[in-house]
């Protein structure tokens, strides 16, 4: 497994604009497709972005896609989430989330083998 560390979280007004990182350490960041959930207060965790091992490919929930932006830097070991025009109903806890496999179920956090801790983003109104 790999280990995921985010960060990048915060307090900003509706409109504004986040980036949040995830740093991996272990095995070979490259091997593994990646994706961003998150989880609201009283809510199941949901997806919101990933992307494939080589960036070629990414996928969106409809509720951030035109919004969010997934990219990773394979030299860095850095996946990335880039939140413009955020919304209250953006308000979550993140997780970046890690699968040595591929799968069309991208969507489910069954996919994945590897979490990180999670990092609080509140959007107020």
């Known amino acids: 497994q790999v280990q995921l560390v985010e960060s990048g979280g915060g307090l900003v007004q509706a409109g504004g604009s986040l980036r949040l990182s995830c740093v991996a350490s272990?095995?070979?960041?490259?091997?593994?497709?990646m994706g961003w959930f998150r989880q609201a207060p009283g809510k199941e965790r949901e997806f919101a972005a990933a992307?494939?091992?080589?960036?070629?490919?990414?996928y969106y929930s409809d509720s951030v896609k035109g919004r969010f932006t997934i990219s990773r830097d394979n030299g860095k070991n850095t996946v990335f989430l880039q939140m413009n025009s955020l919304k209250p109903d953006d308000t979550a806890v993140y997780y970046c989330?890690?699968?040595?496999?591929?799968?069309?179920?991208?969507?489910?956090?069954?996919?994945?083998?590897?979490w990180g801790q999670g990092t609080q983003v509140t959007v107020s109104s």
């Open positions: 989330a890690a699968s040595p496999l591929y799968s069309d179920r991208y969507y489910y956090t069954s996919s994945y083998n590897s």
């Open positions: 272990g095995r070979s960041f490259s091997f593994y497709h």
């Open positions: 992307i494939t091992k080589n960036g070629g490919i990414t």
